[in-house]
């Protein structure tokens, strides 16, 4: 006779540590889980509610400079340190686990125009008013000795930005001209000029480490080949552009910070046309940095607020101010993408979360699995109106809001007018031109 | 001895054969039954001049084998070499008389022989002498018995005069009494006391219940009291029916029936005192009918025919009454079959038992009834010369006996309704009672003439004798329609008659339940089924009675379409450029100048869909949480919509599937540095990568997602 029993196995239902959770087992039947579109869109209003309450991006103050912070920038093999330059010729290089400047340099006379780490990480170079290029050594001097550069480069010119190579022992100066120095020479290797025009910055291209692209006073931005004697291709746009950063993740992509208040993403193939205007400062942008990710960018403005663009939208994600928080000059993403780092006038270098509502520290897993299906949540109702309202609201300073305004007032007024002229004048004389063109003067190659 | 033992029994032969030629000889016994009497007697007396030689013994009666039955019907006689009678048995009365005499004179010889006893007490209490008349005064003034030693008055009652434990007891009992009742006052106060009307409702109920079961065991054990009780219910029942309790015009009703629009509960209570009322008010008819059927009935005892056997089965308003009724019916049954001449006195007493009530009204006409029918019936015997044709004779005289009952039940029932004051609707029912007459005695005389009524009616009859307990049992409509059932041919006549009786079995039905008849010959169940469907339908009518859900739906529909519709707009001023006032209005010409006229909507759509009502309302409370513009990246609403419908809730999917749908698209290692990316790290050959890890969408085409993962050790 058979006897039929029940058997189970128990890999079913024994966890293989105590800490294992609980195996369940469920029931997927859809007709016992009705209204599922009902029920996640609840979800997802409660995600971006508690998004909201959970924003707290601030994290710290780092004070210590004497003058407005003038330029910053990270070590490339140490997330806790971060150099700044300010505007009284002072280096400080800063522990940011400790929140606390670690290091004091008089570096320069006048501004420390621009600073940059060797990609080592053993040194650095700064630029400063006085004409001279200095290096560096990242460590301290030893007890009793005095802090002396490494090496001193006099220039003719005022040097008013500096990059390193990402590879090679060779960096770029830039003022009057784009100079290619090697470190172990006192004179450029190549000096590049197109126009008579201060240079603003220098960038050197993190992927395709020959190219650099500059941007000068007269409006436009110039790429270069380290390779070349003559620069490659230049784009004017209408107003100055004050810097560029390069996209670490796509070789061609780099953004630029105009003084019209708007960034402009540009393809180096096809410099006619950026790929995206981002707006939504209400004045000049003065630095921009990308995300190691490379899908975000973070831009200071002159309006005393940073904000925080995803490459492919024109509207910014974030906005980030404090009451304190003056005329932003430049601005960090650190390189685990997790916080930004900003300088302004008022002497302070200020820690920021890169996501508002992030929560520090490790996560548990199911921590994390909820963080996620929070954020594919929020991203799959995001178009809801009541779920954008409450994503998209942000309170500004009244000085932020009100030129918001004001300029939204002004670009209806511009849009009007060259709607009335274009039906007052002979068809096609007045031709429609996109945003994204509208700004591009010309590409000279 | 032996010689003493014949000669006794010779004697007592003798004796009996003596009585037997007696006058007086009970009614009861049967002449040919003394025939057969005579016969065995003479037996015996041979039996015991034989027995007198001494040789041949007499053979005493002994019982070989266990039978199988020991009962009274089985007792074996064989030792006397002749069948055992139960009419022998059962008649203690001859022979007891016969040998009374002889004991008489026997105790008379011996009384002879015997000594004078002790003075009689007449003897004794006769006093003679002075002394004695002396000796008497004082024992009667003291009491004294006489003949025995006893004891004195006096002395009897200080011996009945309690002990003190005996009154104790008998005390405590009292207090144990008393206590009791106080207990079971108190108890009936507070019972009295609790408003719960569902508690009242259900003590009702349960009591109802008890005295049915009561009622039930009384049946059983006294048919007579159970009449009794029978009665009281029937009065309650009227004095219910009286009180107009159930009309649903009470206060309570009225409120129920505010209520009921809104409370289910208030609804079905509602419609239980109005299903109660009906049965009340069904019931009038009901009355009305089983008078009818007491006169079936009446027929039926009085016709010995089978037709009527079918049609007693009255399923009255209660089946006690049929079942009172039918064991008389039984009863006269047989007498029937085996004598053809019943007396009449049996049938009276059979009548008046089953009237329950006996009129002397009722009861004259009765007898005269009786006398009459018993004389057509002598006389057709004596008559009748052909059996073939005697069926149908009968039949014929039944036929007659038959309008005759029935008129007289109809005088009957005058005289019954009216002695009834209670009942209000005496005169309705007398009217249908009337109106229902004409039909069947229509219905008679083509009974008559069919020929092959009799071979049914002889059907009837085996399955009557069969069947008697059985087809007691079945309910009315059955039958009734067995009845039409075979009798096709008399359908349309009897569909006449038979209209009202059918509308009140389809009643009847609603309250009882159709037990399942197996042994009837021509199937029913379809019809049966047919009944119960529209019992069914009925019933589903009548719980619905009041609400036209269509009616409700086309009506709700209508003012749905009226209130979308755009409104004209009136813009008169009463008064301006013309009197105004109270009662007056503004001219037909000026309002029609003013009244703007709304244009034509768009059609609704659900101008062609009759069974459905589209709000074409924008909902805004619901908008306000709806997607009004596509979003960019979509190019049809169906895109976005299934991006929206499938879920990706753990609840939805599988653990794995929640997974593969949560994972961010970047995924960075906190604490590692990010490098920026290099040729190397593009393309198949890559390994993996630490600080990230990137799904990489196409931006151009964005409705397909384009997953390269890129991962690349990073390099120091």
Redesign the interface.
Known sequence: MKVKMLSRNPDNYVRETKLDLQRVPRNYDPTLHPFEVPREYIRALNATKLERVFAKPFLASLDGHRDGVNCLAKHPKSLATVLSGACDGEVRIWNLTKRKCIRTIQAHEGFVRGICTRFCGTSFFTVGDDKTVKQWKMDAPGNGEEEEPLHTILGKTVYTGIDHHWKDPAFATCGQQVDIWDEQRTNPICSMTWGFDSINSVKFNPIETFLLGSCASDRNIVLYDMRQATPLKKVILDMRTNTICWNPMEAFIFTAANEDYNLYTFDMRALDTPLMVHMDHVSAVLDVDYSPTGKEFVSASFDKSIRIFPVDRSRSREVYHTKRMQHVICVKWTSDSKYIMCGSDEMNIRLWKANASEKLGVLTSREKAAKDYNQKLKEKFQYHPHIKRIARHRHLPKSIYSQIQEQRIMKEARRRKEVNRRKHSKPGSVPIVSEKKKHIVAVVK | MKAIRAAEGLLTLSQQDELVDLPNYPLSASEDEGDSDGERKHEKLLEAINSLDGKNRYKLAERSEASLKVSEFNVSSEGSGEKLILADLLEPVKTSSSLATVKKQLNRVKSKKTLELPLNKEEVERARTPLEHEIFNLLHKNKQPVTDPLLTPMEKASLKAMSLEEAKMRRAELQRARALQSYYEARARREKKIKSKKYHKIVKKGKAKKALKEFEQLRNINPTAALEELEKIEKARMMERMSLKHQNSGKWAKSKAIMAKYDLEARQAMQEQLAKNKELTQKLQVVSESEEEGNTEEEETLVPDVVNEVQMDANGPNPWMLRSCNPDAKEEEKPMDSEHLPEPVAHQFSESEEDERPVAEEETLLKEFEERRALRKRSEFSQDAEPMGSRETQDSSSQEVLSEVRALAQRLNKGNLQSRKQRVTSTGTVLQVQREEPAPEEEEPLLLQRPERVQTLEKLEKLGKEECSQKKELPRPILQREWTERNPNNQPDASKGKKKEQMINLQNLLTTKTPSVKSLEVPTIEELEDEEAKVQKQMIKEAFAGDDVIRDFLKEKREAVEANKPKDVDLTLPGWGEWGGLGLKPSAKKRRRFLIKAPEGPPRKDKNLPNVIINEKRNIHAA?????VL?YPFTHHQQ?ER???T????????QRA??K??????V????????????EDVGYRSSSRS??S?IQSN?KRLSGHHKKQLKKSSTD
Do not use: C, E, M, Y
């Open positions: 306000a949480h709806q997607v009004r979003p976005f991006t929206i419908q879920p990706i809730g753990s609840t939805w999917n599988t929640f997974q749908l949560t994972t961010p698209k970047v960075t290692k906190p604490g590692h540095i990010i490098k920026p990316i290099k040729a600080d990230i990137v931006q």
